[in-house]
């Protein structure tokens, strides 16, 4: 927002990456654990060490996304905001249903409906501010690939 001080639209950079990373937090209580070891993979499967930067980098470029969207002063950031939040808990639970109750099938569902999700905010995002649409293209292709890996669990382990 143009005529917001410049510490309002920092702070709400700020909060935007502590809800991002909050999210991030609720499903690291889920772990791969023995589960997970246990289970057949496709050989695609990154080594475990992977995920953690990847996600860091992703909820950076979703938490930059909302701010700049928020920044615009249009009732227009009200749906791509609510989207926003929709993905978010979307992506919170899937972790619930893949690692904390062990079922990949859910999770899978629960996949779809993420991306979804995702390109739905992305749409929107690039209609308040292009960069903000931009920043959520990793994100859809990270998806889209967790969706294949997801759905690999899923087939090969019944």
């Known amino acids: ?3 917001q001080p410049r510490w309002q639209s920092m ?4 909060l935007f990456v502590v809800i ?5 937090a609720v499903g690291a ?5 023995e589960w997970y070891q246990q289970l057949y993979k496709s050989p695609l499967t990154p080594p475990n060490w992977i995920f953690a930067p ?3 980098a992703l909820y950076l470029a979703m938490a930059v996304a909302a701010w700049l969207v928020w920044r615009s002063a249009t009732a227009s ?3 791509p905001l609510s989207l926003f939040g929709l993905q978010l808990f979307l992506n919170a639970i899937w972790s619930w249903l ?7 099938g859910l999770a899978f569902i629960d996949i779809i409906l993420v991306w979804c999700a995702i390109v739905a905010t992305a749409v929107a995002f690039w209609k308040v501010n292009t960069v903000a649409g931009v920043l959520f293209l990793p994100y859809i ?3 889209s690939f967790a969706g294949y890996l997801n759905f690999e669990i899923w087939r090969l382990n019944p």
């Open 1 to 3: 927002m143009a005529n």
């Open 11 to 14: 702070l709400m950079l700020v």
């Open 20 to 24: 991002c990373f909050g999210v991030s």
């Open 29 to 33: 209580q889920f772990q791969p654990g």
């Open 54 to 56: 990847v996600w860091a």
């Open 77 to 79: 950031r009200i749906l």
């Open 98 to 104: 893949f690692f904390g109750l062990h079922e990949p």
């Open 141 to 143: 292709a990270w998806v």
